[in-house]
């Protein structure tokens, strides 16, 4: 059962015990320590949503120790919004805790009108962070990411803004999302000569996508090799790799809702036949349907941190139980469960 917090702002009091529901992994080979269950606000957290379940859910959160929260300029719906809402919950109960929070934004989709509001022009992504700044209401972000590759700007010139924002302080570490192997084998580098590392890749990652793991050499390969962390989104398919959909389509959930990237077309007979048989496993082990497959993740040694959503406290809860509760798969569970995803 949640905790329902005081409506009343300025009254929360952190959970005391909040560091010991969680394990930290090391991000990469940097300093920085990120929980392996961050979570993202992408959907729920707009202001279109209802402000009090968003700061339920942010502080719930908090209270499992989950230090990582994932933002980027255009979350919401309206875009910015979600960046406002977290400021708002910054304001009214988080503030003495900044230093306990790793804070991400990003820039890179579509933001403004004109020729300065997407992609990756130093332009674009230094005025971006400034709004992204003044919206969630801190003097920096921890980590600032690239959100997609810009197949028209020079890289030189966006990893050069990434590499000035962390000399200008607005960010501690920088990222990027959604390249390429090879696109972050050569950002890396052209960091390396600027004296900034590529500290964090954003990838989509989860048993019903598998990219990073495919190609010579795959993502992960170059991630390892230049002790590169990795963020990953999406870790339950949006909704798909948990029993949400099992026995049909809520009128509460992602699918059934506005969202643009996941809808009842995406519930298809193929996916529920795997997930039933997923589930299966994941029951037989005491574990939910949605803790398998964030276990499943987080077993790949490339992967520092799975960020979840989620549309109420109660999925962050038993998200967060993963940590506490899973044990290893074994090969033979690892074999049923690779046979099922690689089923055409
Ligand atoms: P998930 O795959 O974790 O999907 C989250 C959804 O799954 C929730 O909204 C909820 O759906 C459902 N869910 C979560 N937990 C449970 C549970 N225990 N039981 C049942 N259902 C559950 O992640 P998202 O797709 O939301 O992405 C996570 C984050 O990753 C984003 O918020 C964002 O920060 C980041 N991201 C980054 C991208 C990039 O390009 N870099 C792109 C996309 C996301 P429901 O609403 O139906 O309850």
């Not at 007979?269 to 997930?275: F, H």
């Amino acid at each position: 059962m949640a905790k329902p917090y005081t409506m009343n702002p300025g009254f929360y009091v952190p959970a005391a015990d909040r560091y010991q529901h969680m394990e930290y992994a090391r991000c990469g080979k940097s300093g920085l320590k990120l929980p392996r269950v961050s979570l993202g606000l992408w959907n729920n957290f707009g202001s279109v949503n209802v402000h009090e379940n968003s700061r339920q859910m942010l502080l719930t959160a908090f209270d499992l120790g989950v230090t990582h929260i994932d933002l980027a300029n255009n979350y919401g719906p309206l875009p910015g919004s979600a960046e406002e809402t977290f400021g708002r919950v910054l304001d009214s109960d988080l503030r003495a805790h900044r230093d306990e929070l790793c804070l991400s934004t990003k820039a890179g989709y579509y933001m403004w009108e004109g020729p300065y509001g997407e992609w990756g022009s130093r332009k674009y992504l230094i005025s971006s962070l400034d709004q992204s700044l003044k919206r969630m209401k801190v003097d920096y972000v921890d980590i600032f990411y690239h959100h997609r590759p810009d197949p028209d700007t020079p890289l030189e010139e966006t990893m050069g803004a990434l590499a000035d924002i962390v000399r200008q302080g607005k960010a501690l570490y920088v990222g990027v999302s959604n390249y390429s192997a090879e696109q972050t084998a050569r950002a890396a580098d052209i960091l390396k000569d600027m004296g900034v590392p590529l500290t964090i890749h954003q990838p989509r990652y989860n048993m019903l996508d598998r990219w990073v793991e495919n190609g010579e050499p795959s993502l992960c390969d170059v991630l390892l090799e230049r002790g590169i962390g990795a963020a990953v989104f999406s870790p339950l398919a949006q909704g798909l790799l948990t029993d949400r959909y099992l026995n049909g389509i809520p009128a509460d959930s992602r699918a059934a809702g506005p969202c643009v990237f996941l809808n009842e077309s995406g519930v298809t007979e193929d996916v529920l036949s795997k997930v039933r048989r997923l589930n299966a496993i994941a029951n037989a082990r005491g574990e939910t349907m949605a803790q398998l497959a964030l276990a499943w993740v987080l077993e790949n040694p490339v992967i520092t941190s799975v960020i979840i959503g989620a549309s109420r406290p109660a999925q962050i809860e038993q998200n967060v139980k993963t940590i506490e509760k899973h044990v290893p798969l074994s090969d033979e569970e690892k074999a049923a469960i690779r046979t099922i995803l690689e089923e055409k």
